[in-house]
């Protein structure tokens, strides 16, 4: 089972920028890496999922914001978080493993979330 611990998260002003780092621990890397999001109040939802061999599919209120990228050999995924808004606002989960099916990502492992906030 693999292990995540995602770190990087703080208060930034709007506009600003973040990189989130989730490192993985385990017996295996997994195929898919990702991210997630959980506002204030309300489900945690998909952010940007990323494949091994490169490939990327982004949530729509983060296209051309946010970056996924990852290092396989370092076990580790990251999010750029760019042109911050307070509504990007939430805790961040980092996942890994299952599929992506119909512009959604379903995960088998999650780590602990690590909390973004953004001042107007």
């Known amino acids: 089972q693999v292990h995540l611990v995602e770190s990087g998260g703080g208060l930034v002003q709007a506009g600003g920028s973040l990189r989130l780092s989730c490192a993985a621990s385990?017996?295996?890397?997994?195929?898919?890496v990702g991210w997630f999001r959980q506002p204030p109040g309300k489900q945690r939802d998909f952010v940007a999922v990323?494949?091994?061999?490169?490939?990327?599919r982004y949530a729509d209120s983060v296209k051309g914001r946010f970056t996924i990228s990852r290092d396989n050999a370092k076990n580790t995924v990251y999010l750029q978080l760019n042109s911050l808004k307070p509504d990007d606002t939430a805790v961040y989960y980092c996942?890994?493993?299952?599929?992506?099916?119909?512009?959604?990502?379903?995960?088998?492992?999650w780590g602990q979330g690590t909390q973004v906030t953004v001042s107007s």
């Open positions: 996942a890994a493993g299952g599929r992506y099916s119909g512009s959604y990502y379903y995960p088998t492992a």
């Open positions: 385990g017996p295996t890397f997994m195929y898919l």
């Open positions: 990323a494949w091994t061999g490169g490939d990327m």
